[in-house]
């Protein structure tokens, strides 16, 4: 599990015990037996209670489109650069020559090495 998902459970986790602490129409002190009226403002604990859960479902929903955005991403692989290795692999299974690491030809298979340098003595 990584760091993002373990972040992810604990927000999840927060949030459902947030919004179970809250009562839908009832004041946080009628939770617990206080007196109940008919309009009552968020103060003290059921205020923070309330900003805490628009945080954390803020966060819960920021953290779900950011790993959805990271998995849609192509993995590139560890080196995008080719090796000698598989340059030379290449090469052998285009001309059916072995070749030994390092060696290099830019010549079909079937033909002889031209030296351009030298000259022909005829």
């Given at each position: 599990?990584?760091?993002?998902?373990?972040?992810?459970?604990?927000?999840?986790?927060?949030?459902?015990?947030?919004?179970?602490?809250?009562?839908?129409?009832?004041?946080?002190?009628?939770?617990?037996?206080?007196?109940?009226s008919?309009?009552?403002?968020?103060?003290?604990?059921?205020?923070?209670?309330?900003?805490?859960?628009?945080?954390?479902?803020?966060?819960?929903?920021?953290?779900?489109?950011?790993?959805?955005?990271?998995?849609?991403?192509?993995?590139?692989?560890?080196?995008?650069?080719?090796?000698?290795?598989t340059?030379?692999?290449?090469?052998?299974e285009?001309?059916?020559?072995?070749?030994?690491?390092?060696?290099?030809?830019?010549?079909?298979?079937?033909?002889?090495?031209?030296?351009?340098?030298?000259?022909?003595?005829?």
């Amino acid at each position: 599990m990584s760091v993002l998902e373990i972040i992810y459970l604990v927000v999840a986790i927060l949030l459902i015990v947030v919004i179970l602490l809250q009562q839908r129409g009832a004041g946080l002190g009628e939770a617990f037996g206080g007196s109940s009226s008919s309009f009552s403002s968020r103060r003290g604990a059921e205020k923070s209670l309330y900003q805490i859960t628009i945080f954390l479902a803020i966060a819960f929903i920021g953290i779900a489109l950011f790993t959805l955005y990271q998995r849609s991403q192509p993995q590139l692989p560890a080196s995008v650069l080719p090796t000698a290795e598989t340059e030379v692999t290449t090469e052998t299974e285009a001309t059916g020559e072995e070749a030994t690491s390092g060696e290099t030809t830019d010549q079909p298979a079937d033909t002889e090495p031209v030296n351009e340098g030298a000259t022909t003595n005829q």
